[in-house]
Each structure stands twice: as structure tokens, then as C-alpha cells.
């Protein structure tokens, strides 16, 4: 991987400022999640110094830059995308989360994070699937019990088949665990306390 330069980690492991807007394509989308993809960091700090908002944007294929580094379990990128400000609530086309994409491959450095910017925890995407739904689908149960504990709906049904986490985790024999975790949560009197990104340590 081409080396960041100090400077940028340490903008990425300090910053508080608000993400900035949302944005569904703009010319530099391309050069920018190609250079995430292939982790040339030196390219993309570039690419976003010069426009802040290709952070928040989504290529051809629908795909956006902070999905596809979480998808990898890749804290370094996760951590330095969001210290520049990527919108931890921004989906890719299909609208997959970056919650949802977490709980897909049970990253929980990166859920912990996110939960720290106070992403919504029940968001869906375009198939109803909720970030709970998609990590009882995976068997990821350590995931699992993380959304439940920040309050996510196990009874909210997809729209895809209607079921919801609860439903799925029922119809798994091969994971009764994760029936278990569901069964056995409660709600939490209160939200979460949202702490800054230096709670998030590589």
C-alpha cells in the first residue's frame, strides 16, 4: 500500500468537523473510488483536498468509497475516510449502508465508529434489509448483539420476503445463538454517548 502521509492520518484520527453534504456524482467519482480501491493514498488525499465533496459520491457501478473500505474490513481507510468527513449515513446505490455493510462482514471496529457518529441503526436498503437483518443472514453474532444493543428493531420486515431478523434467525437452525441474542435483548434506556474519533485506536 502506498505509504499516507503523517499528516493526513493524524487529520483522520482528530477530526470533529460535520460531514459534508451528499453528493450522487461528480466528474472526480471515478479517479476517487479507483484510487480507494487500489489504496493509493496519495491519489485520494489529493483528489479530496481538491474537491471535499467527492468523498460523499458513488461511481458508475453505484458503489461509494467509505462501502467499499468497509467491505474490506480495512480500519486505516475507514478511519481516514471519515476523518475527512464521509457521511457515515451515505448508501450506495442499492442502498446498502455503511451500517449495513459493516453487519454484512461483522467489521465491528468500523460499526463501533459509526455508532459514534450516530448513524441510524434501522436504515434499510432498497430490499428492506436492515443492517440487524443482514448480520442474522450472515450468522455474524457478535454484530448481531452489537445492533442490539444500540436499539435495532429485530421485528421490522424486509421487503424482499417480509420477514424480519427475528423470522430469520427462527428459520436457521444452524445458529440458535443468535435467536438466543435477539430473544434475550432489551431496548436501551438511553442512546448511546457519541464520543470523537480519537475513541477509534488502530
Do not use: C
Amino acid at each position: 500500500m502506498k505509504r499516507f502521509g503523517w499528516v493526513v492520518l493524524a487529520a483522520a484520527a482528530v477530526s470533529t468537523a460535520s460531514p459534508v453534504l451528499a453528493q450522487s456524482y461528480v466528474s472526480d467519482a471515478e479517479p476517487f473510488i479507483s484510487a480507494v480501491k487500489s489504496r493509493d493514498g496519495d491519489k485520494a488525499t489529493q483528489l479530496v483536498n481538491d474537491r471535499p465533496t467527492v468523498l460523499n459520491t458513488r461511481n458508475a457501478k453505484g458503489e461509494t468509497a467509505l462501502n467499499i473500505v468497509i467491505a474490506r474490513s480495512d480500519e486505516l481507510w475507514t478511519q481516514f475516510l471519515l476523518g475527512k468527513g464521509a457521511d457515515p449515513n451515505f448508501a450506495a446505490s442499492n442502498g446498502d449502508t455503511p451500517l449495513i455493510t459493516a453487519a454484512r462482514v461483522g467489521f465491528l471496529p468500523a460499526m463501533d465508529l459509526l455508532f459514534q457518529l450516530g448513524v441510524k441503526v434501522d436504515t434499510a436498503n432498497k430490499m428492506g434489509e436492515t443492517p440487524l437483518i443482514v448480520a442474522v443472514q450472515q450468522r455474524e453474532l457478535e454484530a448481531v448483539k452489537l445492533l442490539l444493543a444500540h436499539g435495532a428493531d429485530p421485528d421490522r420486515k424486509d421487503s424482499a420476503a417480509g420477514y424480519s431478523a427475528r423470522d430469520y434467525a427462527k428459520r436457521d437452525n444452524r445458529s440458535r445463538d443468535i435467536l438466543n441474542a435477539i430473544e434475550a435483548a432489551k431496548k436501551p434506556a438511553s442512546k448511546p454517548k457519541s464520543d470523537d474519533l480519537n475513541s477509534f485506536k488502530l
